[in-house]
């Protein structure tokens, strides 16, 4: 008989800086992420000195330019940081990528100006940010948003409600889509809005099923004033500026969803090493080995998928197609590995003891974040048919 346990992931990474770079990650996730996980994901903690860390460690800006404070590494290397950040805990993967896409607009869009002042602090400084597109009637249709964004003067006001926010309440800057034109998608422009603007204000964060750890809130915006040095791109430009950032937050969650499904797998198949029944060990049986079996596969191609549209990103080719699919089949797989894992160690596996009802939990909301999953199908019929009706 063989030994059996889990094994280190076997990442391909372009560059010994990118080895050297996971090795840190993976020293600090031992160190600093999965001994405190459990605990303060039960007490609704969120680790804020973490992000802090995070952020000195040049973490939190890995994909941008060097120039503006970021790391400049490829999106390959970026989003499996991701993964090993969202097996530890999916509150810090999470987060990493939420602050990475609120980012995306100022890094993208912004003059020169507006990075030299704002992308350094934001990439290593120290602060969290926050992305602002969805409200209480508009998700899936975003395009309907109605926060608005009045012009007084030099400057804007914006009123109106987000809903959704993670780290709505507690991030030092907020991403902002409102409308400063019409209806529908041409309506709209981006803002970047600091998180102390007098008028701004969170509701107490929602009572989730999963990411206790992570606030998500409602975040008010009453007559919150915002200098037209804050307006992100061009007027009306911002429903192109919101969807080119859900293009990259899509591969963000693909890489979440992937890392808690490697930890579940880990976590079931350390279970099922050591434990006996009817004389020998679970991992001997036929029918488990095939569970895991599965698991896995569905894992290697989440990760596939997400790892072959980041280097289309990352050479300047088109890749929205490619991100819906990664993000579509990634948080599938994630759900239903997790819900294997549960089921693979039996009752233990249903018991807060483990981890792994927690990766199931955790995983269900990664089939909704950044497009819904019935989204991301209409998104790549898009791609194959063209528009509905056409």
């Given amino acids: 008989m063989t030994d059996h346990g889990p094994q280190p992931v076997e990442r391909q990474l372009p560059t010994e800086e990118a080895r050297d770079l996971l090795a840190l990650v993976r020293e600090l996730v031992q160190r600093e992420i999965a001994p405190h996980a459990a605990a303060e994901e039960e007490a609704g903690r969120f680790p804020r000195e973490l992000f802090r860390l995070l952020s000195s460690s040049g973490l939190l800006g890995l994909p941008y330019a060097e120039e503006s404070g970021g790391g400049a590494q490829p999106y390959e290397v970026y989003l499996q940081v991701l993964e090993e950040l969202a097996a530890a805990r999916l509150t810090v993967g999470l987060g990493v990528s939420v602050h ?24 290593g400084g120290g602060l969290l940010g926050a992305y602002c597109l969805s409200e209480p009637q508009s998700g899936s249709d975003a395009a309907s948003l109605r926060t608005k964004a009045t012009r007084d003067g030099d400057g804007w006001v914006l009123e109106g409600t987000k809903a959704w926010i993670t780290h709505g ?50 975040l008010h915006l009453d007559g919150v004033r915002v200098p037209d040095a804050r307006r992100i791109g061009e007027e009306g430009q911002g429903f192109t500026i919101a969807l080119s950032a859900l293009d990259s937050g899509r591969l963000g969650i693909a890489a979440c969803a992937v890392g808690i499904a490697q930890a579940a797998l880990d976590t079931a198949l350390a279970f099922v090493s050591e434990r006996r029944q009817f004389g020998r060990l679970l991992v001997d049986f036929q029918g488990l080995r095939f569970m895991l079996a599965d698991m896995a596969t569905q894992i290697e191609a989440g990760r596939s998928l997400y790892l072959a549209a980041a280097r289309l990103r990352d050479q300047g080719l088109p890749f929205s197609r490619q991100a819906a699919m990664a993000k ?36 269900k909301m990664l089939q909704i974040v950044e497009g819904t999953n019935q989204i991301q199908r209409v998104v790549i019929a898009r791609h194959l048919a063209g528009p509905e009706g056409q």
Avoid at 176 to 184: F, H, I, Q
Avoid at 335 to 359: I, K, N, S
């Fill in 100 to 123: 990475s896409l609120s980012c995306h607009a100022l890094a993208g869009y912004g003059t020169k100006a507006q990075r030299a002042e704002h992308l350094p602090a934001m990439l």
């Fill in 169 to 218: 309440g507690i991030a030092d800057f907020y991403t902002v889509l409102a409308r400063t034109g019409g209806e529908g998608a041409r309506g709209i422009t981006a803002f970047l809005v600091p998180g102390d603007a007098p008028g701004l204000s969170a509701a107490p964060p929602e009572r989730k099923m999963g990411m206790k750890g992570s606030p998500t809130a409602q």
């Fill in 328 to 363: 579509l089949f990634a948080t599938d797989a994630a759900m239903r590995v997790t819900t294997d894992a549960v089921q693979l160690m039996g009752g233990y596996g249903y018991t807060a003891d483990f981890p792994a009802e927690r990766y199931m939990r955790e995983a």
